[in-house]
């Protein structure tokens, strides 16, 4: 069990390392790293860890693994930035509040929302390119719109971009 335990922590530690894009590429890492496994057993691997693949930049999709820290705290920097980079566009209806991202996405949007304390937001439900965001009733649909708008750097009167 124990060579288990450790070849899931070097598989988390490697997609943190190197851009990951296939099962093949990571069989290869971790034999650099003395470790054997088959690709059924890297397959079950990352579906135990979680791991999902995203899209970076260039088009390329890369494995991930989210964290799960709900005590932790997103600066407001960081949820600036990813908001800026990810968000495609913000609409509300009631309590609720749509986002949109580029496909694959939504989750790491998703967990820097969830993370960032907004006392606005009292939660988060992503799917692969879309974000439900359920607004506390003091500030409805709108006001969290408003405010998740203003962080992606979304202008809210004509729809466009304009980055902070």
Same mark, same amino acid.
């Given at each position: 069990?124990?060579? !288990?335990?450790?070849?899931?922590?070097?598989?988390?530690? =490697?997609?943190?390392?190197?851009?990951?894009?296939?099962?093949?590429?990571?069989?290869?890492?971790? !034999? @650099?790293?003395?470790?054997?496994?088959?690709?059924?057993?890297?397959?079950? *691997? &990352?579906?135990?860890?979680?791991?999902?693949?995203?899209?970076?930049?260039?088009?390329?999709?890369?494995?991930?693994?989210?964290?799960?820290?709900?005590?932790? =705290?997103?600066?407001?920097?960081? $949820?600036?930035?990813?908001?800026?980079?990810?968000?495609? *566009?913000? %609409?509300?209806?009631?309590?609720?509040?749509? %986002?949109?991202?580029?496909?694959? /996405?939504?989750?790491?949007?998703?967990?820097?929302? *969830?993370?960032?304390? =907004?006392?606005?937001? =009292?939660?988060?439900?992503?799917? *692969?390119?879309?974000?439900? /965001?359920?607004?506390?009733?003091?500030? #409805? #649909?709108?006001? &969290?719109?408003?405010?998740? @708008?203003? $962080?992606?750097?979304?202008?809210?009167?004509? #729809? !466009? %971009?304009?980055?902070?």
């Amino acid at each position: 069990m124990s060579g !288990k335990i450790q070849r899931q922590q070097l598989i988390t530690k =490697l997609i943190a390392k190197h851009q990951v894009s296939s099962q093949p590429e990571l069989q290869t890492l971790l !034999k @650099r790293n003395k470790i054997e496994a088959t690709q059924a057993t890297i397959s079950r *691997d &990352l579906e135990e860890l979680g791991a999902v693949k995203v899209r970076v930049t260039g088009g390329e999709t890369v494995y991930a693994i989210p964290e799960f820290e709900p005590a932790r =705290l997103a600066p407001t920097d960081h $949820l600036r930035r990813v908001m800026g980079e990810w968000v495609a *566009d913000v %609409v509300a209806s009631g309590t609720l509040v749509v %986002v949109r991202t580029p496909p694959g /996405c939504a989750h790491v949007v998703a967990s820097a929302l *969830d993370r960032s304390g =907004l006392e606005q937001l =009292l939660g988060t439900v992503a799917g *692969d390119d879309t974000i439900i /965001c359920v607004a506390s009733e003091q500030a #409805g #649909g709108k006001g &969290l719109a408003s405010k998740l @708008r203003q $962080l992606a750097g979304l202008d809210v009167k004509k #729809g !466009k %971009v304009a980055r902070v």
